[in-house]
């Protein structure tokens, strides 16, 4: 074993010692095998992707053909015009919390305004995004109805408000108050606001063949225990406002 080992060392020591042209041949032996493996990357890189579909509970994965395309799943009408609804809903209370910082001096509502604004305008460039990714308006259709044209008619009158909005007698209510009087009508207010919510959440799942879509469902089910918190919240605050 050690006779091998020492003429393993001279072979070595011979090649190494062999001349610049050796040395050559070893750096372009180098480059060129560091060359071939990158050529392998960027082929394997460029090869076909694989488009795999899970199998249902106990069943196995079945491998789709390249040419395969995802395909929004169906919605129904009432799917839009609980999104298209949703998004005039959730503006109002935005603008409700708009008034707070001019109109209250209570830190914690101000806390929770800033949280409920948040979280809808998010909601709403959600909404947004999903309607226009299904070619549907971002609006509600205004109904045709007659002597829906005649001047100074207001067509964001009740018939049009959505469940637990403000009326606008409500919000001119709202807008004039200050101070403690404002905290009490933007907490009943808002808890109104968010019932209503709840009930178009309701509304929707009680129609047939509507909340499939599975972005859609995931929305809902946030802003249904999302809403019912922040009521709980409201509640809690509510009562300690209206103490003397």
Known sequence: MKSFYFKGQRKLRSLMGGGPWRSGLVAACTLAGLFSLTVCAQQTDRGTPVVVQP???????????????????????????FMQGMIMHHAQAVEMTALIESHSQNKELSLLGARISHS?????????????????????????????DMPGMDISSHSMLMPGMLTPKQMEALKKAQGGEF????????????????????????????????????FTTDVDSGQRAEIRIMQTMLGAVARP
């Open 183 to 218: 905290d009490q009508l933007f907490l009943t207010g808002m808890i109104q606001h968010h019932n209503g919510a709840l009930i178009m959440v309701k509304d929707l799942f009680d129609t047939a063949g509507a909340g499939q879509d599975a972005e859609l469902f995931n």
């Open 120 to 148: 809808q305008s998010e909601e709403i460039k959600f909404m947004k995004r999903w309607l226009e990714a299904r070619g549907e308006p971002t609006e509600m259709p205004v109904p045709k109805m007659s002597g829906m």
């Open 55 to 81: 199998g249902a509970p106990g069943q196995p994965t079945r491998t789709l053909p390249p040419s395969t395309r995802a395909i929004l799943p169906p919605r129904s009408p009432a799917d839009v015009q």
